[in-house]
């Protein structure tokens, strides 16, 4: 997704923090609460979601005019997937009250953002989902055990 802020010094002047960062260096982890919208300006990011036995499933690169970071200030909820630079990275931030008054002045950004948010959180559920499957049939199989009838219901 690509945010149309324009090349105005005022659309840029909104964004609290410029930062540098280098290859390989974590810009967000998953499961913390961030407040903040990231734009990419330059470089490439990797996406990934860790699994608890530290198995880690990958998603799209991120690259120049993309944004992140907006899960969790939009729907007040801990971050769901981590982002680590690949290359030397220009990044933009956006305070989540800025972020707010930006998406009320532009009902065509908010839809956007918001359509992005919902995408990237059914993304990020459906491994997690076939996971937990993967798992209780496994469990199911090596059982010897007839299932209950609470684990046929749908």
Not at 35 to 45: K, S, T, V, Y
Not at 84 to 92: E, F, N, V
């Amino acid at each position: 997704m690509v945010l149309r802020l324009g090349r105005t010094r005022e659309a840029v002047g909104e964004y609290q923090d410029v930062a540098a960062a280098w290859a390989r260096q974590g810009i967000l982890r998953q499961a913390i609460a961030v407040c903040r919208l990231i734009l990419q300006r330059r470089g490439r990011c990797a996406v990934f979601h860790q699994h608890l036995d530290g198995h880690e499933t990958h998603y799209p690169e991120l690259r120049e005019g993309a944004v992140f970071g907006e899960v969790s200030p939009l729907r007040s909820k801990l971050v769901t997937a981590s982002v680590r630079t690949q290359t030397p990275c220009l990044l933009l931030r956006l305070e989540r009250s800025r972020f707010e008054r930006f998406l009320g002045t532009s009902p065509e950004q908010n839809r956007a953002v918001t359509r992005i948010c919902a995408e990237r959180l059914a993304r990020t559920a459906r491994p997690l989902t076939e996971r937990r499957h993967a798992r209780a049939t496994r469990a199911l199989a090596a059982s010897d055990k007839p299932p209950c009838e609470a684990t046929l219901r749908p």
